[in-house]
């Protein structure tokens, strides 16, 4: 029979929830507050913005949130354009696709650390590329990618790097959102002679942009976490936020100052997210 | 016959897409087959500068790595921490994803938004402060520090998962059951989990790999009980190059694996906890 008490109905998805909400307040929302607490208060003890000026007296500092944002602006566009030109061909269903786009998904199982060291496989100096290069004679010496002074160069197997890991996320977003749009649209577009450029501007583009921009959105906020592969390929010639974070609590056990980087990062992180919100009153972020 | 008329567009077509999936092919698998390659061969043809592709092979590097590096610690730590990471917040998880699928109550909503919330924010710097908890706790520096730390991560995202998971199996399975005799609980360890398991089972695995390959928290909470990422990111880059491969291979093959058990549950898998 069934027969629960109105009381007893009320309390039990709470109760569920109860452990999930418990860990995630112990381990997410205390370290939050902890996080508060370093960066706020100065190694003396006093309450006070002073952590935050010593950092901004640190031209690594700058330097490393400059380099972030070159990153930010080198990967983000070009990824999400990328993953849109890889999502609308195989939403083009052609024969095989099914495994096109296994073979698209193959880099997310991969961490940043892997695709760090396929990358020092290629460029590197016995790298397959520089080998290759030489054995058919295009070059004489290798080209180095790596080391100090190839900061430049560095950064660009950095961005390609995160290019090849990273585009087959936003890939499968934009996919999805395309397999959504009903083809009725396409079907009475052909009635009235769209040619397929007027069916990509004036159908798909409008209804994939909420993607796009959550796409943008979630690829610029995860740019600010990329750690694994710029500290394997080029350690700290290249300073960035992130990296900054592990170097001030590994390296020189300053716990204030990490936890000072990782509250800028955090900070940035939710003024854009807010920005974005407000901003474009995206009604799709709601779940 | 129009089979005669078409031919020489659709050729061209078909001609140009098998040009594009070639490159994409390429693209997406040449630095796995290339990384593979440098992982088994030998020193000696590495170090040849005219042999692009090597010729021999050895498994001494997996051997040195394994043993003289260590390694064979850190991989052990790497599946225990992924392991324990996939069993809490699987157990943590299907409550609270099924409280969010089954029930409809206030503050519903709002926890939704946590979910995703936390999915936005930098989790990584909540790696500092949690070293210095753990220390009090007595945990940094050990498997379950790891754990504990990678659940706290991946908890948002699988509850998320489970929950849209559980909302695919009808609910009028666990009525019916219910209406037969069995209670709530009854109903769905019989009939609604069967049926969930697969992607359920995809969705643990998927949180095993995240443990599995991140790299920035367990560094900063591990020291003498290393995972493998964390034990790369220390050692592998001061030593030889050609070890530096083998170690890479290592890190990717069970992800791999483990996602191609389970790929047709990813694009689904990643397209919830993405969007």
């Given at each position: 029979?069934?027969?629960?008490?109105?009381?007893?109905?009320?309390?039990?998805?709470?109760?569920?929830?109860?452990?999930?909400?418990?860990?995630?307040?112990?381990?997410?929302?205390?370290?939050?507050?902890?996080?508060?607490?370093?960066?706020?208060?100065?190694?003396?003890?006093?309450?006070?913005?002073?952590?935050?000026?010593?950092?901004s007296q640190d031209s690594t500092f700058w330097k490393a949130l400059k380099n972030t944002l070159y990153l930010l602006i080198a990967i983000v566009p070009?990824?999400?354009?990328?993953?849109?030109?890889?999502?609308?061909?195989?939403?083009?269903?052609?024969?095989?696709?099914?495994?096109?786009?296994?073979?698209?998904?193959?880099?997310?199982?991969?961490?940043?650390?892997?695709?760090?060291?396929?990358?020092?496989?290629?460029?590197?100096?016995?790298?397959?590329?520089?080998?290759?290069?030489?054995?058919?004679?295009?070059?004489?010496?290798?080209?180095?990618f790596f080391g100090l002074g190839l900061s430049s160069r560095a950064f660009w197997v950095i961005v390609l790097t995160e290019l090849w890991r990273a585009t087959p996320l936003v890939f499968v977003i934009l996919l999805a959102s395309l397999q959504v749009i009903s083809k009725d649209y396409f079907e009475a577009a052909d009635v009235f002679g769209f040619s397929s450029w007027q069916k990509f501007f004036h159908i798909t583009l409008p209804l994939t942009m909420p993607s796009l921009q959550s796409a943008l959105l979630i690829r610029t906020l995860f740019s600010?976490?990329?750690?694994?592969?710029?500290?394997?390929?080029?350690?700290?010639?290249?300073?960035?936020?992130?990296?900054?974070?592990?170097?001030?609590?590994?390296?020189?056990?300053?716990?204030?100052?990490?936890?000072?980087?990782?509250?800028?990062?955090?900070?940035?992180?939710?003024?854009?997210?807010?920005?974005?919100?407000?901003?474009?009153?995206?009604?799709?972020?709601?779940v | 016959m129009k089979s005669q008329?078409?031919?020489?567009?659709?050729?061209?077509?078909?001609?140009?897409?098998?040009?594009?999936?070639?490159?994409?092919?390429?693209?997406?698998?040449?630095?796995?087959?290339?990384?593979?390659?440098?992982?088994?061969?030998?020193?000696?043809?590495?170090?040849?500068?005219?042999?692009?592709?090597?010729?021999?092979?050895?498994?001494?590097?997996?051997?040195?790595?394994?043993?003289?590096?260590?390694?064979?610690?850190?991989?052990?730590?790497?599946?225990?921490?992924?392991?324990?990471?996939?069993?809490?917040?699987?157990?943590?998880?299907?409550?609270?994803?099924y409280a969010l699928s089954?029930?409809?109550?206030?503050?519903?909503?709002?926890?939704?938004?946590?979910?995703?919330?936390?999915?936005?924010f930098p989790l990584m710097v909540l790696a500092v402060p949690l070293l210095i908890i753990f220390m009090k706790m007595g945990v940094s520096d050990t498997i379950w520090g790891a754990s504990l730390a990678h659940t706290a991560m991946v908890l948002p995202i699988i509850i998320l998962i489970f929950s849209s998971i559980l909302s695919g199996v009808s609910m009028d399975y666990e009525e019916a059951a219910m209406i037969f005799g069995l209670s709530r609980i009854h109903a769905f360890f019989r009939i609604t989990l069967p049926l969930a398991l697969p992607g359920l089972a995809a969705s643990a695995i998927f949180a095993f790999v995240l443990s599995w390959n991140e790299v920035f928290v367990a560094t900063i909470l591990t020291l003498t009980n290393r995972t493998l990422p964390a034990h790369i990111l220390k050692t592998a880059m001061a030593s030889p190059d050609y070890l530096k491969f083998t170690a890479g291979f290592i890190m990717a093959v069970p992800a791999m694996v483990f996602i191609f058990f389970v790929r047709k549950h990813l694009v689904t898998m990643w397209g919830i906890s993405l969007k």
């Open positions: 029979m069934i027969s629960f008490s109105q009381r007893e109905k009320k309390w039990i998805p709470y109760l569920l929830f109860l452990p999930a909400l418990i860990y995630l307040a112990g381990f997410i929302g205390y370290p939050l507050v902890k996080t508060l607490q370093l960066a706020f208060i100065s190694e003396k003890g006093k309450v006070g913005i002073e952590n935050f000026i010593t950092l070009l990824q999400v354009i990328l993953a849109f030109l890889l999502a609308l061909f195989v939403d083009g269903r052609f024969k095989g696709y099914m495994t096109v786009l296994y073979i698209i998904c193959i880099p997310l199982a991969l961490s940043d650390v892997s695709a760090a060291l396929m990358s020092y496989n290629i460029f590197t100096s016995h790298g397959f590329l520089n080998k290759f290069l030489m054995k058919f004679g295009f070059i004489d010496v290798p080209i180095y600010f976490q990329i750690f694994g592969v710029v500290w394997l390929l080029s350690g700290r010639d290249i300073p960035i936020l992130a990296g900054e974070v592990y170097y001030q609590q590994a390296e020189l056990s300053n716990f204030r100052l990490a936890a000072t980087y990782g509250f800028i990062i955090a900070l940035i992180c939710i003024i854009i997210s807010w920005a974005y919100i407000t901003l474009l009153k995206t009604k799709h972020l709601e | 008329r078409i031919p020489v567009a659709l050729k061209i077509k078909q001609l140009v897409t098998i040009i594009i999936v070639g490159f994409i092919v390429i693209w997406f698998l040449a630095p796995l087959v290339l990384i593979t390659i440098s992982a088994f061969a030998s020193p000696s043809d590495y170090y040849q500068i005219e042999k692009v592709i090597p010729t021999h092979f050895t498994l001494n590097q997996f051997k040195s790595l394994f043993f003289g590096l260590e390694a064979w610690k850190a991989i052990l730590n790497s599946i225990k921490v992924a392991g324990l990471t996939m069993l809490l917040s699987f157990i943590i998880g299907l409550p609270a994803g089954r029930y409809i109550f206030s503050g519903k909503n709002f926890l939704k938004l946590l979910c995703l919330a936390t999915k936005m």
